[in-house]
T-cell receptor, first 117, second 114 residues
Framework: GAVVSQHPSWVICKSGTSVKIECRSL??????MFWYRQFPKQSLMLMAT?????????EQGVEKDKFLINHASLTLSTLTVTSAHPEDSSFYIC?????????????FGSGTRLTVV | DAKTTQPPSMDCAEGRAANLPCNHS???????VYWYRQIHSQGPQYIIH???NNETNEMASLIITEDRKSSTLILPHATLRDTAVYYC???????????????FGQGTILTVHP
């Protein structure tokens, strides 16, 4: 089955620094990847949709200059949290869409726990 | 995409069937019903999806009403490892302008008791 690898699984960084999170589709090509953020006891909130070779589409209220998304290949998308602050501490999850027959399946990574101190 | 309504929490005894309802009364003809679950501190896991026919796989069964305004996810023999948040999501077919994104609601916290 489709597997999505997300790395790192957890990271601690100092306030003001940048952190990069990688999302890889291991056994399929993902033309579209999605990035979510989840705060404690809340549901997943979609941040952006990234299509290979084009600029990401950000959801309303998400700062595109703070959350940089790159989807340079069909198997890799990265999310960089720039100038991180404690309020950016959250669980970040990526998802990749793969074609299955006439429809698409969605596979999620295991998530990255970001703590900004 | 159509909005879904789920009970915030449910309990189930281990070994019994867990029936999780979902209301999607504004669903349109080309929208699929997806079910995912999320175990604490992990990414969501796909369970099942369907359009209008009932579906079954190794994990669960999905029963969709004839008018498609509601559905029920059935875990036939719940185990302690099925304790998780279950999300019912409705989305357009892949060709929709929303790029087929999945929008999560609050889900149902299912707790399976020994």
């Amino acid at each position: 089955g489709a597997v999505v690898s997300q790395h790192p699984s957890w990271v601690i960084c100092k306030s003001g620094t940048s952190v990069k999170i990688e999302c890889r589709s291991l056994d399929f090509q993902a033309t579209t990847m999605f990035w979510y953020r989840q705060f404690p006891k809340q549901s997943l909130m979609l941040m952006a949709t990234s299509n290979e070779g084009s600029k990401a589409t950000y959801e309303q209220g998400v700062e595109k200059d703070k959350f940089l998304i790159n989807h340079a290949s069909l198997t890799l998308s990265t999310l960089t949290v720039t100038s991180a602050h404690p309020e950016d501490s959250s669980f970040y999850i990526c998802s990749a869409r793969a074609r299955q027959g006439y429809d698409y399946g969605y596979t999620f990574g295991s998530g990255t726990r970001l703590t900004v101190v | 995409d159509a909005k879904t309504t789920q009970p915030p929490s449910m309990d189930c005894a281990e070994g019994r069937a867990a029936n999780l309802p979902c209301n999607h009364s504004t669903i349109s003809g080309n929208e699929y019903v997806y079910w995912y679950r999320q175990i604490h501190s992990q990414g969501p896991q796909y369970i099942i999806h369907g359009l209008k026919n009932n579906e079954t796989n190794e994990m669960a069964s999905l029963i969709i009403t004839e008018d498609r305004k509601s559905s029920t996810l059935i875990l036939p023999h719940a185990t302690l490892r099925d304790t998780a948040v279950y999300y019912c999501i409705v989305r357009h077919y892949a060709g929709g302008t929303s790029y087929g994104k999945l929008t999560f609601g609050q889900g149902t916290i299912l707790t399976v008791h020994p």
